[in-house]
C-alpha cells in the first residue's frame, strides 16, 4: 500500500503534516476527513516503497513503546477520558511516526462505529496475545484492566529480551568475527599459496585432506560467491513467505517445540501466555468456553492452538479442561497436574496465573542457562574454522621440510 504524504489544518486551525497510508489519493483524502482534518496538500511520498516490493521487511513499533501507549491508554480510560479522546491524546504525543499513523486509522474506524479490537487488527504491530486481551476486555468491559496487563506483559517481555541481547552481544561478535576472518583467509590469502601447491602435487609430494578442501572452498567461493549469496538471500524470502501460509506456521510450529533447549523455551513460553490469558478472562467473569476460545490464539503456536480448541469442544460436552489437554500431550504433566487439582477446588483462575507466573521464571532461567552454553560454543566453532584453515595452509609446508 503506497504512502502519502499530507499538509492539513486541525480543528483548531493548527497546519499538521505527516504520513498517511492509502490505496490511492482518494482514499488519503477520505481518511484525512474521517481523523477530522481538512487536506491542503496531499502526495505520494517519494522514495523506495518497501511495501510495494513485497520484501519480509514491514513497519515495527519497539516494544516499549507500544508498552507505554496501551498503559497511557489504561490511564486514560480509568480517569473517564472516552475511547476516541484517548486515541486523539496519545496520537499527538506519541514519538513514533508509526505509531501515530497506527492511532490515528484506529481512531478513524473506531468513530465509525467499529470495535477497538477489529480496528487494532487491521494493523501488523499489535500481536496476537494483544488483540486476544483486547478483544476479551471490551467483550467483558474490563478494557482498562486489560490494556494495564497487556502493558506489563510487554515491559516485561522487553526487559527479558534486553537481558538476552546483552548477554549474545559478545557471542554474536565472535561469531561474525571469525566468520569475516575464514572467509578472509580461505578468498584472500589461500590463493597466494595456489602455486606453491602446485609445485608440491607435481614434484609427488602430493597434498594433505584439509589443503584440498581449502582450495576447493577457495575456487569455489571466488567463482560463484555473489551467486550464493543472492541464492541463500532468494531462500530466505521464500522461506519467509512459506512460514506465513497455513501449512507453513503447523509445520515450523511443530519443529521448533522438538527443538534442543530452544524448544522448551518456546514451549513454556506459550503455555505461559495461554494460562496468564485465561486466567485474566476468567478472574474477570468470562465463560469458561468464551475463555478458552480468545486465550487459543494468544499461544503464538498453532498445534497447542489446535489442542486448546478440541479442548473447548470437550467442554462442551459436559468434559472437564485438563482431560483433553492432557490427551493432546503439548501442555507439561506438572501443569495438567495443578490444572486438574484447581478445578476440583474451583480455583482454576488464580491457578493458572500462578502457573504462568512460575512457567515465566522457569524460562528465565532456561534462557540464562543457553545464554552460557552459547559462548563457550562459539568459541569452539571458530577456533575450529581457523584452525582448519591455518592446518590447510601449514600441513604441506610441514611436509616439504619433512621430505626435504
Same mark, same amino acid.
Given at each position: 500500500?503506497?504512502?502519502?504524504?499530507?499538509?492539513?489544518?486541525?480543528?483548531?486551525?493548527?497546519?499538521? #503534516?505527516?504520513?498517511?497510508?492509502?490505496?490511492?489519493?482518494?482514499?488519503?483524502?477520505?481518511?484525512?476527513?474521517?481523523?477530522?482534518?481538512?487536506?491542503?496538500?496531499?502526495?505520494?511520498?517519494?522514495?523506495?516503497? $518497501?511495501?510495494?516490493?513485497?520484501?519480509?521487511?514491514?513497519?515495527?513499533? #519497539?516494544?516499549?513503546?507500544?508498552?507505554?501507549?496501551? %498503559?497511557?491508554?489504561?490511564?486514560?480510560?480509568?480517569?473517564? @477520558?472516552?475511547? *476516541?479522546?484517548? *486515541?486523539?491524546?496519545?496520537?499527538?504525543?506519541?514519538?513514533?511516526? @508509526?505509531?501515530?499513523?497506527?492511532?490515528?486509522? &484506529?481512531?478513524?474506524?473506531?468513530?465509525?462505529?467499529?470495535?477497538?479490537?477489529?480496528?487494532?487488527?487491521?494493523?501488523?504491530?499489535?500481536?496476537?496475545?494483544?488483540?486476544?486481551?483486547?478483544?476479551?476486555?471490551?467483550?467483558?468491559?474490563?478494557?482498562?484492566? %486489560?490494556?494495564? #496487563?497487556?502493558?506489563?506483559?510487554?515491559?516485561?517481555?522487553?526487559?527479558?529480551?534486553?537481558?538476552?541481547?546483552?548477554?549474545?552481544?559478545?557471542?554474536?561478535?565472535?561469531?561474525?568475527?571469525?566468520?569475516?576472518?575464514?572467509?578472509?583467509?580461505?578468498?584472500?590469502?589461500?590463493?597466494?599459496?595456489?602455486?606453491?601447491?602446485? !609445485?608440491?602435487?607435481?614434484?609427488?609430494?602430493?597434498?594433505?585432506?584439509?589443503?584440498?578442501?581449502?582450495?576447493? %572452498?577457495?575456487?569455489?567461493?571466488?567463482?560463484?560467491?555473489? *551467486?550464493?549469496?543472492?541464492?541463500?538471500?532468494?531462500?530466505?524470502?521464500?522461506?519467509?513467505?512459506? %512460514?506465513?501460509?497455513?501449512?507453513? !506456521?503447523?509445520?515450523?510450529?511443530?519443529?521448533?517445540?522438538?527443538?534442543?533447549?530452544?524448544?522448551?523455551?518456546?514451549?513454556?513460553?506459550?503455555?505461559?501466555?495461554?494460562?496468564?490469558?485465561?486466567?485474566?478472562?476468567?478472574?474477570?467473569?468470562?465463560? &469458561?468456553?468464551?475463555?478458552?476460545?480468545?486465550?487459543?490464539?494468544?499461544?503464538?503456536?498453532?498445534?497447542?492452538?489446535?489442542?486448546?480448541? #478440541?479442548?473447548?469442544?470437550?467442554?462442551?460436552?459436559?468434559?472437564?479442561?485438563?482431560?483433553?489437554?492432557?490427551?493432546?500431550?503439548?501442555?507439561?504433566?506438572?501443569?495438567?497436574?495443578?490444572?486438574?487439582?484447581?478445578?476440583?477446588?474451583?480455583? $482454576?483462575?488464580?491457578?493458572?496465573?500462578?502457573?504462568?507466573?512460575?512457567?515465566?521464571?522457569?524460562?528465565?532461567?532456561?534462557?540464562?542457562?543457553?545464554?552460557?552454553?552459547?559462548?563457550?560454543?562459539?568459541?569452539?566453532?571458530?577456533?575450529? $574454522?581457523?584452525?582448519?584453515?591455518?592446518?590447510? *595452509?601449514?600441513?604441506?609446508?610441514?611436509?616439504?621440510?619433512?621430505?626435504?
Amino acid at each position: 500500500m503506497p504512502e502519502f504524504t499530507y499538509t492539513a489544518k486541525q480543528r483548531d486551525g493548527q497546519v499538521a #503534516r505527516g504520513v498517511i497510508m492509502a490505496d490511492d489519493r482518494r482514499q488519503a483524502l477520505a481518511n484525512l476527513v474521517k481523523q477530522s482534518l481538512v487536506p491542503l496538500q496531499v502526495q505520494v511520498k517519494s522514495g523506495w516503497n $518497501l511495501n510495494a516490493l513485497k520484501l519480509p521487511i514491514g513497519k515495527r513499533v #519497539r516494544g516499549e513503546i507500544m508498552a507505554s501507549t496501551l %498503559a497511557q491508554m489504561s490511564e486514560l480510560l480509568e480517569n473517564g @477520558v472516552s475511547l *476516541l479522546e484517548s *486515541l486523539d491524546i496519545l496520537a499527538k504525543q506519541s514519538t513514533s511516526p @508509526v505509531m501515530r499513523e497506527v492511532l490515528l486509522q &484506529i481512531r478513524g474506524d473506531v468513530a465509525q462505529g467499529v470495535n477497538i479490537d477489529q480496528a487494532m487488527a487491521k494493523h501488523s504491530v499489535f500481536d496476537e496475545l494483544t488483540l486476544s486481551m483486547v478483544r476479551a476486555g471490551a467483550e467483558g468491559a474490563f478494557l482498562e484492566d %486489560a490494556l494495564k #496487563r497487556i502493558s506489563i506483559f510487554l515491559e516485561r517481555r522487553e526487559e527479558l529480551k534486553g537481558k538476552v541481547t546483552g548477554a549474545l552481544a559478545y557471542p554474536a561478535f565472535l561469531l561474525v568475527g571469525g566468520l569475516i576472518v575464514t572467509v578472509v583467509l580461505i578468498v584472500v590469502f589461500v590463493p597466494r599459496f595456489e602455486a606453491l601447491f602446485s !609445485r608440491l602435487e607435481k614434484s609427488g609430494v602430493g597434498l594433505p585432506g584439509p589443503t584440498v578442501v581449502l582450495l576447493g %572452498a577457495s575456487d569455489f567461493l571466488r567463482s560463484y560467491g555473489v *551467486l550464493v549469496c543472492a541464492a541463500v538471500l532468494g531462500l530466505l524470502v521464500g522461506f519467509n513467505r512459506w %512460514a506465513q501460509t497455513t501449512q507453513g !506456521r503447523w509445520i515450523l510450529d511443530g519443529v521448533r517445540l522438538k527443538l534442543p533447549i530452544f524448544g522448551q523455551i518456546l514451549h513454556h513460553s506459550a503455555v505461559a501466555r495461554f494460562c496468564r490469558v485465561l486466567g485474566t478472562l476468567l478472574t474477570n467473569g468470562v465463560p &469458561i468456553v468464551k475463555a478458552l476460545q480468545i486465550s487459543s490464539s494468544s499461544t503464538g503456536n498453532k498445534r497447542l492452538e489446535q489442542a486448546i480448541l #478440541r479442548s473447548c469442544e470437550n467442554i462442551k460436552s459436559g468434559e472437564t479442561l485438563s482431560a483433553p489437554l492432557t490427551a493432546s500431550g503439548l501442555v507439561p504433566p506438572a501443569v495438567m497436574a495443578m490444572i486438574h487439582v484447581a478445578e476440583r477446588s474451583n480455583t $482454576l483462575d488464580s491457578v493458572l496465573i500462578r502457573i504462568a507466573e512460575r512457567t515465566e521464571l522457569k524460562i528465565e532461567q532456561q534462557l540464562g542457562t543457553m545464554v552460557r552454553m552459547i559462548e563457550p560454543l562459539t568459541l569452539v566453532l571458530i577456533g575450529g $574454522l581457523v584452525t582448519f584453515v591455518l592446518a590447510g *595452509l601449514l600441513l604441506p609446508i610441514f611436509d616439504m621440510s619433512a621430505a626435504i
